[in-house]
């Protein structure tokens, strides 16, 4: 996971993180790799490597995010169709809206959640 830069001796100018979703997760055998590449005070963002097939059942998230897809084709089901999210496509959803995924050939997507500020 990258973190921000600086240190504590040395404060950044700029907060910024730099991360690579396509080497930081592997798929499973019985489900999507998962790795957090992003994790802020504001954000998190998770990275899913499935392979063929594989899927994240029907579930809802409290936060706002938003769907990257970044290698591979999925089928995006919401509440009321099913869209195939293809790479450098996103999709925003509210909190709590019902969505399942499922890869077709196998691919990577990115999940970043908006958190609350405190």
Do not use: C, W
């Not at 040395?10 to 994790?39: C, Q, W």
């Not at 802020?40 to 063929?52: D, I, L, Q």
């Amino acid at each position: 996971m990258s973190k921000p830069n600086g240190t504590s001796d040395n404060p950044p100018l700029f907060e910024y993180v730099i991360a690579d979703p396509l080497s930081a997760a592997t798929p499973r055998p019985k489900g999507p790799g998962a790795a957090v590449i992003v994790d802020t005070e504001f954000t998190k963002v998770v990275a899913f490597t499935f392979g063929p097939g594989q899927e994240l059942r029907e579930h809802a998230v409290h936060h706002p995010g938003i769907i990257t897809a970044i290698d591979g084709t999925f089928e995006f089901t919401l509440p009321d169709r099913t869209v195939d999210l293809q790479p450098g496509q996103v999709v925003h959803l509210a909190p709590l809206v019902p969505h399942s995924v499922r890869s077709v050939g196998g691919g990577t997507l990115t999940v970043a959640m908006l958190l609350p500020h405190s």
